[in-house]
């Protein structure tokens, strides 16, 4: 069965995929999360945690999990290989993240 929408239900699918990639992209952590898996290519749940911590301190297991996990949902990360031990990929990469990654790899230490 093919499901045909009208150019008014097409829109407001669209406007809530902005909506929640906008929402998604409203929190520091999950920003500055996307950041470093975009820097780094592909990285381990614990290397992300390591930069992370660099940045802000201390930051609880449970919640690095839950906004890698979000930003899964929204299709900006993906899963690189769904083992025991996953290594996460940046999938989409916006602008204003993207400008980020020289400034963060300076805060890291990693040179410009």
Avoid: C
Avoid at 6 to 34: F, G, H, M, P, Y
Avoid at 45 to 63: D, H, I, Q, S
């Amino acid at each position: 069965m093919v499901l045909i929408l009208t150019a008014k239900e097409r829109l407001l699918k669209r406007v809530d995929k902005v909506v929640t990639e906008s929402i998604t992209l409203a929190n520091q952590l999950r920003v500055l999360i996307l950041a470093i898996i975009a820097l780094r290519r592909e990285v381990y749940w614990y290397e992300v945690k390591e930069a992370l911590e660099r940045l802000v301190g201390p930051v609880n297991p449970n919640t690095l999990a839950f906004h890698i996990n979000k930003l899964i949902e929204v299709g900006y990360v993906k899963r690189a290989r769904p083992q025991r031990s996953p290594r996460y990929v940046a999938e989409k990469i916006p602008d204003k993240v993207q400008e980020l990654l020289d400034d963060l790899k300076e805060a890291l230490g990693e040179g410009k």
